[in-house]
């Protein structure tokens, strides 16, 4: 087990977690945030893309404990209030920029952060 720290989505969180469990994992299990989809889980579609210290990540394949002491930003947490969408994900809207849906988190994390 390994104890990590971190932000996500601006709030201080903390948990113990086995070595192996993956960031994607840590996010949708243990703080219920299920708005990072997981398809592929082999790094290959980018539906579990999220933010970790600014940057795009695959969460699929980033461990939690390689997250310690970072800001993750998960599309949750990409807007500023729930009536206020971030710019990209208006974008997205707007243009239909969907296909089914499941990977439109992952889509937009990146899109953002290009
Ligand atoms: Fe497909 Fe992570 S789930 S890249």
Known sequence: MTKITLKVNGKAVSGDVPDETLLSVFLRENLRLTGTHV???????????????GKAMKSCTMLAASAEGA?????????KSKDE?????VAFKENHGLQCGFCTPGMIMTATDM
Do not use: F, I
Not at 41 to 50: E, I, L, M, P, R
């Open 39 to 53: 398809g592929c889980d082999t790094s290959q579609c980018g539906a579990c893309v999220v933010h970790v210290d």
């Open 71 to 79: 800001a993750v930003t998960t599309v949750e947490g990409l807007a």
């Open 85 to 89: 969408l971030h710019p990209m994900q």
